[in-house]
């Protein structure tokens, strides 16, 4: 079974501070994508990332795509409360089934 | 704007139960899915469809069925509700297939088996 493993599972930090989340897997990607789900409601789509050593930046929000396309990270500068949420990354390993990681529970203290 | 719907929003089983969990979208997408979530092991893929008439196995399938009559609706049936299903329950589209095509989610089904 091929696993999208995200760390750290959760994080707690203060509004202002700076943070990364990871998302790794031992096998390479096609593309991947990165969500965030707040309480009660369902996914949504943040960014996609296609090519080997791109990098995406929405707002406060930086996306990476490591060189080797195993690895994905996600940087937030000066965090603030809406930011609040579970993070989650998502591929497919050469097949139909889209494969979601074990997600990032990010709390940001005002 | 819809997008997708699900429902009941919350339910409540006794183990060896039958239910059937709704999903309708309105953006004509082709692929549907459905996934549970459990703490701390995000979003795990039960069942999809690739377009009106064709299913396939996700990684978790054992204990649902689902059908795909019409491009509209991706229906999950619990067969016999065991309280391993005890979950949230999420359906998702996308116009395509496609691992950068973006997944639209319902708000999910609360679902408990006592």
């Known amino acids: 079974t091929q696993l999208l493993e995200q760390s750290p599972q959760f994080l707690s930090i203060q509004e202002g501070e700076n943070l990364t989340v990871y998302c790794n897997s031992s096998?390479?990607?096609?593309?991947l994508q990165w969500y965030r789900q707040e309480p009660g409601e369902g996914p949504v789509l943040l960014v996609t990332?296609?090519?080997?050593?791109e990098v995406k930046k929405l707002k406060r929000l930086t996306f990476q795509f490591g060189d080797a396309r195993k690895d994905s990270s996600l940087h937030i500068t000066a965090a603030q409360p809406g930011d609040t949420g579970l993070y989650l990354c998502r591929t497919n390993f050469g097949n139909e089934k889209l494969t979601f990681g074990t997600g990032t529970r990010l709390t940001i203290i005002p | 704007n819809a997008g997708v719907t699900q429902t009941p929003k919350f339910q409540v089983l006794k183990t060896g139960q039958s239910m059937t969990l709704q999903c309708a979208q309105d953006m004509n997408h082709e692929y549907m899915s459905w996934y549970r979530q459990d703490p701390g092991m995000g979003l795990r893929l039960i069942h999809y469809s690739v377009g009106a008439g064709i299913t396939d196995q996700g990684e978790v399938p054992n204990g649902y069925n689902v059908s795909r009559s019409t491009t509209e609706d991706f229906p999950l049936r619990l067969l016999s509700a065991a309280p391993s299903q005890t979950s949230v329950y999420f359906c998702?589209?996308?116009?395509?297939?496609?691992?950068?095509?973006?997944?639209?989610f319902g708000d999910g089904t609360r679902l408990s088996i006592l």
């Open positions: 096998s390479v990607f096609s593309s």
């Open positions: 990332v296609v090519t080997g050593g």
């Open positions: 998702a589209s996308s116009r395509i297939w496609g691992a950068d095509q973006p997944q639209h």
